[in-house]
């Protein structure tokens, strides 16, 4: 989080990395998550009268590898590790529709045994005692030394809330693009946010959409857009805003939120960008309807399976940034699977919630990706793409957490998701935008947990 020292972050990313090595295997029966070192381990679900118990669970369905998790790795793993449990998964969505779901089962007396955790919602499930602090039950089993840096896992108040993969931290938005469109085009990879504009009036020239990304209720703005563009200005001002320690009066916040003007108004972005939903957004992209498409690296697994696709890290826009020195990472304590402190079976809960973190790390890793929770499954040689990924990210010195997930209260997160997508459709300028998020920063009650 904002709070955890930079050190922490540098020492996670470091212990993730030797987890990192590559050997080759394969997902089958005898190396499923029913091995005897499961989370599950003999005990859960055991009743003494050998009834079924009912364990409800809202997962996270944002995108496809959410859904490869689920129909790949959750599913036909969860009855042979549960047996004497009945479980009922709901698709939770993501972003505003799970924190809404969320906050409606919470305020009806009607919370999932177990849920997906988001910092965007997790101030009200705290404050009304809805949400069960892990910490001991994980120690207890030993869970929680299977993860590289356990102390990662740590909120604010020292107590652990939210299990994951330990794959968030490598997520960070990058610009994909395709090669043999930029080839057409004549438009060579862009280092400056100048270059990026001057792309943009080639790629519009060939009557090429030059950019793409997901704008329907702010997504791109809100996650990570704002903070790159005030990112490639002046990195420290960015450091400072996620801190506290500025707000959005500073000048160099105030010309972030200009560079989204100036693409939007620029034509770098599809028209009814501000309306593009996820799925259709990487439609886009894939489809090869877009040249360009700025994205989390959560989907570079995906898209390396297109040999056309490559990356560049987002141009600068001063000579204060360094894409080499400087960049955002995805992730807070608080993503990842939670237990409700009302459900009526906890330690069953807890190793349902245990069990659904190794199957996304078992995920990610069989797509070559790092995580910090140790699963004790192979691991496959990284795609060519990953690997130039791993050799960018890793030896950056100055990791930037997420404002998004580390920075804002519910309701300062919903103004921020508002104002961007206002942003997008080019006839909000960039004092209006900055002078509604002030007034949200002001009342902003993050900082005062």
């Given at each position: ?48 009268n050998g009834e079924k118990i009912k364990l409800r669970v809202v ?391």
């Amino acid at each position: 989080m904002s709070k955890k020292t930079k050190m922490l972050s540098v020492l996670l990313l470091s212990a993730m990395l030797v987890s990192v090595t590559a050997c080759s295997s394969s997902k089958d029966d005898t190396q499923s998550s029913g091995q005897s070192d499961s989370p599950a381990g003999q005990t859960a679900g055991n009743k003494d009268n050998g009834e079924k118990i009912k364990l409800r669970v809202v997962t996270i369905t944002t995108d496809e590898n959410r859904n490869n998790i689920m129909e790949k790795y959750i599913k036909p793993n969860v009855a042979k590790e549960f047996p004497n449990v009945e479980i009922e998964f709901e698709p939770g969505g993501g972003g505003e529709d799970m924190a809404n779901k969320l906050k409606t089962y919470n305020a009806s007396g009607d919370m999932p045994d177990v849920f997906w955790d988001d910092a965007g919602f997790f101030i009200p499930l705290k404050s009304t005692g809805s949400i069960l602090d892990l910490t001991s039950y994980i120690t207890k089993d030993g869970f929680l030394n299977k993860y590289d840096v356990p102390d990662a896992l740590k909120h604010v108040d020292g107590k652990i809330y939210s299990l994951s993969s330990g794959s968030d931290t490598y997520f960070t938005p990058v610009i994909f693009y395709h090669k043999d469109m930029f080839e057409q085009a004549g438009v060579q990879v862009p280092k400056t946010f100048d270059e990026l504009l001057d792309a943009t009036k080639k790629l519009t020239s060939k009557d090429i959409v030059p950019a793409v990304t997901p704008g329907k209720d702010g997504w791109g703005p809100q996650l990570y857009m704002l903070q790159q563009m005030i990112q490639i200005g002046d990195p420290q001002a960015m450091q400072d805003l996620v801190a506290n320690k500025t707000d959005f009066n500073n000048p160099s916040v105030k010309a972030g939120v200009d560079r989204i003007v100036q693409l939007v108004k620029a034509g770098f972005f599809p028209k009814g960008i501000a309306n593009l939903d996820y799925g259709p957004a990487m439609e886009m992209f894939t489809s090869k309807k877009a040249a360009m498409l700025m994205m989390f690296t959560w989907e570079l697994p995906n898209l390396a399976k297109d040999d056309t696709v490559d990356f560049f890290p987002f141009p600068s826009a001063s000579d204060k940034y360094d894409p080499t020195k400087y960049v955002q990472f995805w992730g807070s304590p608080l993503n990842g699977y939670a237990v409700s402190a009302k459900t009526k079976h906890p330690d069953e809960a807890v190793k349902l919630a245990e069990f659904l973190a190794t199957m996304d790390a078992e995920y990610f890793q069989s797509n070559g990706a790092p995580v910090s929770l140790k699963t004790g499954a192979n691991l496959p040689e990284p795609s060519p793409l990953m690997k130039k990924f791993i050799d960018w990210y890793n030896p950056i010195p100055t990791k930037i957490p997420s404002l998004a997930l580390n920075s804002l209260d519910a309701k300062t997160s919903a103004e921020l998701a508002t104002q961007g997508a206002n942003l997008l459709t080019g006839e909000y300028a960039a004092d209006q935008f900055a002078a509604a998020l002030q007034k949200a920063w002001s009342e902003n009650t993050w900082f005062k947990q």
